[in-house]
Structures are given as structure tokens and as C-alpha cells.
T-cell receptor, first 117, second 113 residues
Framework: DTGVSQDPRHKITKRGQNVTFRCDPISEHNRLYWYRQTLGQGPEFLTYFQNEAQLEKSRLLSDRFSAERPKGSFSTLEIQRTEQGDSAMYLC???????????????FGPGTRLLVL | QQQVKQSPQSLIVQKGGISIINCAYENTAFDYFPWYQQFPGKGPALLIAIRPDVSEKKEGRFTISFNKSAKQFSLHIMDSQPGDSATYFCAASVNQGAQKLVFGQGTRLTINP
């Protein structure tokens, strides 16, 4: 399978604990995105990387959230001191900078569903 | 200005009918408008996408209609099938998708057999 993979698929944690999620993008894609999706809503942008550089962070990304892509391949998203409001699906997507047709399609992984008790 | 508004929230269509989902945007800098399909427990999957220099794009049973002056675009699913039952999201981006996607709120589509 050469799609975007995410690990773990599900995570249950207690409020106040730290959690870390991993995303492995499609191998030739140099852009990697993180989104958060709550029940019944569309995904909301959190941050994105081009190679190892973090180019944009949303205002949604509080100081408790940090993302890295140290070697320009996989990425991690860490949430410190989790709160119940952090419960959501965390989606990763990757894309090339451009496709031959001029569009940079984003391909999504299956997501990590987080439940904070 | 970054919002994309999607309607309806939910839609029930009989098998073989036409499903129509509408989206509107404000930011005239958007230049890439994809539609994603999402099944429960899965990530969104690209269905079809359009650029604003085209008024219509068709791929199989799926058609996007785009009205640049009205800042609106819609997804039409012809001959709707029970397997099309899913949540559909419109989205928009600048720089032809090479930056963040701004998603609509989603439409839960149910196709009755």
C-alpha cells in the first residue's frame, strides 16, 4: 500500500496526558498537512510542511500542539496536557508541490481518532 | 473570507436520481475547488476538482458546475447509487491546491434503494 498511513488509528487517553501521532506520507510527496476533524464537521487546517520546513500554522494550533517533520519524510503531531476538547479525528495529508496538470492534489490518510477522557 | 459554506447538511435521494450539493465562497483568491468523499472511519478521498477558468467538469457520473461571478460551485451525482451514500465535502484553496484546503461543513448523502 503506497498511500498515506497514520499511527495509531485510535487513541484513548486521560485528560492531562501527552499524546503523539505519526504520519507517513506518500514517498515522493514533499508537502505534508495536518487537519483536525470533529464529529459532523469538515476538516480544519492545523499546519503544513514543505520538506522539513513548517510553513504555516493555524491559530487553532495552541501552544500545547507541536508538529515536526525532522527529515522531510514522516511527521509527528504531539499534544501536551490533553483536554477533552482535543477529542477529534486528526488527519494527515500529503501532496507533491505540483502535478503535471498544475494541481497539487492532497491525499488523506485514514486518520487517528483521539478520545480524551 | 476564508469560509466555504455548504448546503444542504443532509440529503436523501432515491436510487437512480440526481444528487446536488452546493457550495459558496467569498475569497476570490481561491483557484482550486476539489470535492472529497468520506466514508465512516475513513479519511476523505478526492472525487473531482475544478479550476475557476472552467465552468463545468465531468468525470463519469460526477459533475462539478462552477459559477465564478456568483462565487458558487456544485456537485451533481447522476444515477445515484446506494454505494454513493457517504459524506461529501467541498473545499477551496489558493495556489492550485499547494496550500491548505478550506472545507465546507459537509453533506451527509443517503441513497435509498
Amino acid at each position: 500500500d503506497t498511500g498515506v498511513s497514520q499511527d495509531p488509528r485510535h487513541k484513548i487517553t486521560k485528560r492531562g496526558q501527552n499524546v503523539t501521532f505519526r504520519c507517513d506520507p506518500i514517498s515522493e510527496h514533499n508537502r505534508l498537512y495536518w487537519y483536525r476533524q470533529t464529529l459532523g464537521q469538515g476538516p480544519e487546517f492545523l499546519t503544513y510542511f514543505q520538506n522539513e520546513a513548517q510553513l504555516e500554522k493555524s491559530r487553532l494550533l495552541s501552544d500545547r500542539f507541536s508538529a515536526e517533520r525532522p527529515k522531510g519524510s514522516f511527521s509527528t503531531l504531539e499534544i501536551q496536557r490533553t483536554e477533552q476538547g482535543d477529542s477529534a479525528m486528526y488527519l494527515c495529508a500529503s501532496s507533491p508541490t505540483r502535478l503535471a496538470g498544475g494541481k497539487a492534489t492532497q491525499y488523506f490518510g485514514p486518520g487517528t481518532r483521539l478520545l480524551v477522557l | 473570507q476564508q469560509q466555504v459554506k455548504q448546503s444542504p447538511q443532509s440529503l436523501i435521494v432515491q436510487k437512480g436520481g440526481i444528487s446536488i450539493i452546493n457550495c459558496a465562497y467569498e475569497n476570490t483568491a481561491f483557484d482550486y475547488f476539489p470535492w472529497y468523499q468520506q466514508f465512516p472511519g475513513k479519511g476523505p478521498a478526492l472525487l473531482i476538482a475544478i479550476r475557476p477558468d472552467v465552468s463545468e467538469k465531468k468525470e463519469g457520473r460526477f459533475t462539478i458546475s462552477f459559477n465564478k461571478s456568483a462565487k458558487q460551485f456544485s456537485l451533481h451525482i447522476m444515477d445515484s447509487q446506494p454505494g454513493d451514500s457517504a459524506t461529501y465535502f467541498c473545499a477551496a484553496s489558493v495556489n492550485q491546491g499547494a496550500q491548505k484546503l478550506v472545507f465546507g461543513q459537509g453533506t451527509r448523502l443517503t441513497i435509498n434503494p
